[in-house]
């Protein structure tokens, strides 16, 4: 895939580092949680964007299980450039491919962004998990507890994406 400034390829072993470093900006660790399981995030597979120069420009991790697969990270260095969109591309170009019928994310209750550009890219919400950010908590100490816009963050939001 190609955007006007970058160009989207499997992620190589020579970007693992980066992609931990990229994962540690939401937290200090090299795993993410999610409806209260430890996903050690840099371990997974998935697509980075490279710029022209070969600039690493953004990260989508992506945790394949059977038929649904988990979009785990994803991160754009600049916003607004249609990184993070030809990254959700790639995932779901690649999950649909391997046979998977859903790809899922979950995301917290403060992360308006978030919320509004997954849904504008086809996702729906499927399931609040009320109260689980306290489970998250227990497992990754560094989450906060106001998010964006002083929200308090007390649930998980989960998003799916129907395919084939």
Same mark, same amino acid.
């Not at 209750?109 to 086809?122: E, M, S, T, V």
């Not at 996702?123 to 689980?132: C, G, I, Q, S, T």
């Not at 990754?140 to 964006?148: F, M, R």
């Given at each position: 895939?190609?955007?006007?400034?970058?160009?989207?390829?499997?992620?190589?072993?020579?970007?693992?580092?980066?992609?931990l470093d990229m994962v540690r900006g939401w937290g200090d660790t090299?795993?993410?949680?999610?409806?209260?399981?430890?996903?050690?995030?840099?371990?997974?597979?998935?697509?980075?964007?490279?710029?022209?120069?070969?600039?690493?420009?953004?990260?989508?991790?992506?945790?394949?299980?059977?038929?649904?697969?988990?979009?785990?990270?994803?991160?754009? +260095?600049? $916003?607004?450039?249609?990184?993070?969109?030809? !990254? @959700?591309?790639?995932?779901?170009?690649?999950?649909? /491919?391997?046979?998977?019928?859903?790809?899922?994310?979950?995301?917290?209750?403060?992360?308006?962004?978030?919320?509004?550009?997954?849904?504008?890219?086809?996702?729906?919400v499927a399931a609040v998990h009320r109260d689980l950010r306290e +489970?998250? $908590?227990?497992?990754?100490?560094?989450?906060? !507890? @106001?998010?964006?816009?002083?929200?308090?963050?007390? /649930?998980?939001?989960?998003?799916?994406?129907?395919?084939?």
């Amino acid at each position: 895939m190609t955007g006007a400034a970058f160009t989207v390829r499997p992620l190589e072993s020579g970007d693992r580092a980066w992609a931990l470093d990229m994962v540690r900006g939401w937290g200090d660790t090299d795993y993410m949680v999610s409806r209260g399981r430890v996903i050690p995030a840099t371990a997974l597979p998935g697509f980075c964007a490279v710029s022209p120069d070969g600039e690493r420009v953004g990260v989508a991790l992506y945790e394949p299980a059977g038929r649904e697969w988990q979009l785990v990270v994803l991160e754009a +260095v600049e $916003r607004f450039t249609g990184i993070g969109t030809a !990254l @959700v591309a790639a995932v779901r170009a690649a999950a649909a /491919s391997a046979g998977c019928h859903r790809l899922w994310l979950v995301t917290t209750n403060d992360n308006l962004d978030a919320l509004r550009f997954y849904q504008r890219r086809g996702f729906e919400v499927a399931a609040v998990h009320r109260d689980l950010r306290e +489970v998250a $908590r227990r497992l990754k100490p560094s989450i906060s !507890l @106001v998010g964006e816009f002083g929200i308090p963050i007390v /649930s998980e939001i989960e998003l799916e994406m129907r395919l084939g």
